[in-house]
């Protein structure tokens, strides 16, 4: 199962939209491209963002890069 948002999604907006998340990796995307995966961000982080008053920043700005290894 994988979970996916846009990256220029408000932390806040997220948060009013998807109360109930069970994953703890959010994958960011670019938006209108559900295929571009630009990183992901941690639940955890995006709660302790919106608790500290970042609500209306992006999701990307707490964006941690997919390292892979080949």
């Known amino acids: 199962v994988v ?4 990256e220029d999604t408000p932390i806040a907006d ?7 998340v069970p994953f ?3 994958l960011l995307h670019k938006p209108g491209n559900q ?3 630009t ?13 500290d008053g970042e609500g209306p920043r992006p ?3 707490l ?3 997919i390292i892979v290894v080949h």
């Open 39 to 51: 990183g992901y961000v941690l639940k955890d982080r995006l709660l302790a963002a919106q608790l």
């Open 35 to 37: 295929d571009d995966i």
């Open 14 to 20: 997220f948060f009013h939209s998807e109360r109930e």
């Open 3 to 6: 979970y996916r948002v846009a």
């Open 63 to 65: 964006l941690r890069e």
């Open 24 to 26: 703890s990796r959010i």
């Open 59 to 61: 999701m990307k700005s």
